[in-house]
């Protein structure tokens, strides 16, 4: 992801895509420099059409405006980084089952296989990691293969992989108030999952 989803006026599904590739950043990795500073210089009004994300959209900036870059990327190291097991788990299976590698991340990858998807070579990180959950739905809603990328295929790996921890997750990371900036994310990201929940209700 190369730009931050700055405009109401963006494409519905354009500004869908986006926030999920911003959330895959944020919690994949310490965010880099030049993203914090998009995000300091975001316009504050809703990145989508939906002023439900206002408020959780404005308080992330706040949060980001008033860390250094150094102190955000040590919030990431804190959470989610260090030796042994982190403060605070980025992946499914240990939200369904307490346990890392389970049977919903079996299940997720015969899912991923089925939409032609697999785990890129070298890659260190489990398929039931948040931010690659977030990559995947971006693909089910921006990817150019009308047979995987459409409103079946999203609300069905959402409801699946997604919906049943999200909100244990972002708990979670919200419980450390003392991480302002990723307890304000996980705001952002309890807000924005419940607008996909809503929306993909609407489909039934």
């Known amino acids: ?56 959209w404005r308080a992330l900036v ?11 990327q040590d919030e990431f190291d804190a959470l989610f980084g260090g030796v042994g097991k982190p403060a605070v788990s980025v992946y499914g299976s240990q939200y369904l089952t307490g346990f890392l590698n389970e049977k919903p991340l079996v299940a997720l990858r015969a899912d991923l296989a089925r939409l032609g998807l697999e785990r890129e070579a070298g890659m260190p990180e489990a398929e039931d990691h948040f ?9 089910l809603i921006a990817g150019e293969d009308v047979e995987v990328a459409n409103l079946a295929q999203q609300q069905a790996f959402f409801t699946r ?38 929306g993909f209700d609407l489909l039934d």
Do not use: K
Request: charged content about 20%.
């Open 62 to 72: 706040a949060a980001a405006r008033a860390m250094d870059d150094v102190a955000i």
């Open 131 to 139: 931010a690659c959950l977030c990559e995947v739905m971006r693909y």
């Open 1 to 56: 992801m190369n730009e931050l989803p700055l405009s109401s006026a963006l494409d519905e599904e354009t500004a869908r895509a986006e926030l999920y590739g911003l959330l895959a950043v944020l919690y994949y990795a310490p965010p880099a420099p030049a993203l914090l500073a998009q995000l300091r210089f975001a316009p504050t009004d809703a990145p989508s059409a939906d002023a439900y994300l206002e408020e959780p």
């Open 161 to 198: 992989h997604l919906q049943p921890w999200v909100e244990r997750f972002c708990d979670a990371v919200a419980a450390r108030p003392q991480r302002p900036f990723y307890a304000a994310l996980a705001g952002f990201t309890r807000a924005f999952m419940a607008v996909e929940v809503q």
